[in-house]
Every structure is written in C-alpha cells, then in structure tokens.
C-alpha cells in the first residue's frame, strides 16, 4: 500500500483529528506517516529524531521545536515554563548537540492571570539560566477566551553537535546495553494527580530536570554511545519501540531492574496505569556498546540526575519486525507494543 493509500485510509477512518493523535501514539504516527511526511518529507525529516541536525559550512548543528500544553499549568515538581525549557534542551542534548539558545512563543487566553504568567516566566528564566541556555528570540499572541486553555507554549532549539559525535537509533547494535538514569513515571503521575478532578494526593513530584551536564558527562567517558532518547510522551515503552522499529531490532528488558519508586508504583496499580507507558520529563535511555557499559553506568550514578541510574536490559539481534520483549518478575516474557493511545492526554 502507498502512502496515497494510506492518506485515504486516515482521512476515511478519521473524520477529524482526536486527541489521540497528538499523543505520541500509533495515532500520531499515522498522522506524521500519512500525511505530514507526505507533502514536508525530505531527508532529514524522513528521519523523524527529536532534534534534526543539519552540515552549514562544516559545522553540525542541531534544531528542534516543542510545544508544550500541560494541564494543570502548576504541579509538583514544575510548571510549564520549567517543562517547556528542559523538554527542548532535552531534545538537542540526545542528539549529542551543546545547547546554545532558545526561542519562546506564547500563546495566552484572555482574562489568564497577570500574577500567573509571571511566576511561569520566572521559571523560564531560572531553567535557562541555570543551565547557561539564553531565551534570544520569540513571539506571544493572545486569543479570544475560551479559544485555548489558560497558555500554551512553543520552544524551539539550537545547538552545535562536534564532528566525531553521532547519536542516532540508526547505529544501535546487537550486544548493545539499554541504560535508564532513574526512577520512572514519576512526571505523569505529578501532574495526573496535581487534577482538580482527583480526590486524593500523593507526595510524588516529577522528575522535570535539564540533563545537559549529564549527557556531556556520559559522552566524555564513552565514544559508543549509540543512541540517547529522552522518555517523555508514552514513556520508555514508546521509545524502547521508535528504536527497535527505526534500527530492525530485538531488545529485551528485565522488569527487575527498572527503577521505581514505590509510590509511584502504587499509584499506577491503583489507577490501572502501566508504568512503562507514562511520561517522564529527566530520564533517558542510553543504548551503548557493552565493553562501554559499566563506566557510563559509573559516570550516570555520579550526577544528582543519574544516581539510581541501571542498566535495565540490552539488544539481542537484528529481527525483521522490531520488538521489545518484558522479562517479568515471575519469570514470564511478554511483549512490549507501541501504545494505541495515551493513558491519558495533556501531560506535557
């Protein structure tokens, strides 16, 4: 089937766009495969990686954009400027980029607070500077209300990628070992349960962080460093999945050694929610050579955003059909798929 084929095939199943089309989910992958790629493809965008990066007279730099439309704007652990500004640094520093300046658009309902929008600025300036990013360029325009809710932000990135750095899913190998730099789900369930439409409350705050110093840490250690991505929309099952798609893969995962915490765990039990598949806004998957595994591991425990970092399984072979396979903590294997939909939406 061609993609003319598959473009009918959306557009006559889906009269309009759902919400599980923005979710990162097999939706969104329609979306982009049949009809965005379609008109917009070339070869970079082809490549569908976080962060473009692109050769202008010898140098590798990097691009990406982000949007950010976080419900509720405030919750434990952060708030949409932090999350706007470390979400797309997150982006440029998986690709091995340095990070060098950032944009900013507001987009602003009428009648949202004066005293609100200050305190989200705030924390844009305090994540930027903090990790020596600028804000150097962007827009804001304000709607009708009732048109959006509260605000929506846009970042964009650039950043300088050096010549022997390459960080692709494309170079990820048979052998290969899957690190994480800590605990999961934490971010998802923060704002799930930040609600007004939840009746109880939990301690849990989301791991929203800038993993610059982290990744420039692990990229000094190691030049095997295959492949970096950071577990945001559908957690580290949707991009356990993207890898072994993009990079014709078998990968296996131990349940035992996923890091979480308890409560967080508890919290998804009780709400029916698997982990694997909630967003995460500090963590990346590591995919690096194994003679390299263990002092990359060493350097990720070393920093206050990798200290209960682990290696949490490895890739097995090349396989036709990428797949990703649990091994449970009973014993069993079961196979880990790209989610339909998100287990709810507006997390990020």
């Known amino acids: 089937m061609n993609k003319k084929d598959n473009t009918n095939k959306l557009l006559k199943k889906d009269k309009k766009i759902l919400l599980s089309h923005g979710d990162g989910g097999l939706k969104t992958s329609e979306l982009i495969n049949d009809l965005i790629i379609k008109y917009l493809g070339n070869d970079i965008l082809n490549k569908l990686e976080d962060s473009s990066v692109i050769n202008i007279e010898g140098k590798k730099i990097a691009y990406t954009t982000d949007s950010f439309t976080v419900k509720p704007l405030f919750f434990r652990g952060g708030d949409i400027g932090k999350l706007s500004v470390c979400g797309t640094i997150n982006d440029l520093v998986c690709s091995g980029a340095i990070p060098i300046a950032l944009s900013l658009g507001l987009i602003i309902e009428e009648g949202f607070e004066i005293e609100s929008l200050e305190k989200i600025i705030k924390s844009i300036s305090k994540t930027s500077k903090n990790v020596n990013v600028p804000i150097i360029t962007g827009d804001t325009k304000v709607v009708e209300k009732n048109s959006i809710d509260k ?36 971010h998802g369930i923060a704002v799930l349960t930040s609600r007004d439409e939840f009746n109880f409350k939990t301690n849990i705050k989301s791991d929203c962080a800038p993993l610059l110093s982290l990744v420039n840490n692990i990229l000094s250690v190691s030049k095997n460093i295959h492949a970096i991505r950071d577990a945001t929309r559908g957690g580290i099952a949707s991009v356990l999945n993207e890898f072994a798609d993009i990079a014709k893969i078998k990968i296996e995962i131990n349940e035992e050694n996923i890091p979480i915490r308890k409560q967080t765990l508890a919290v998804c039990e009780f709400l029916g929610l698997d982990p694997l598949y909630i967003a995460n806004e500090g963590k990346i998957l590591i995919f690096v050579s194994p003679e390299d595994s263990e002092k990359v591991l060493e350097s990720m425990k070393s920093h206050k955003y990798g200290k209960k970092s682990e290696i949490i399984g490895e890739v097995k072979e090349h396989s036709e059909r990428g797949i990703v396979i649990l091994n449970t903590k009973i014993g069993t294997k079961r196979i880990i798929d790209s989610f339909y939909s998100e287990q709810f939406p507006r997390i990020c």
């Open 151 to 186: 605000l929506f932000i846009n970042t964009s990135g650039i950043g300088i990628v050096d010549d022997n750095i390459e960080i692709t899913p494309r170079k990820i190998k048979p052998k290969d070992k899957v690190i994480i730099n800590g605990t999961i789900a934490e």
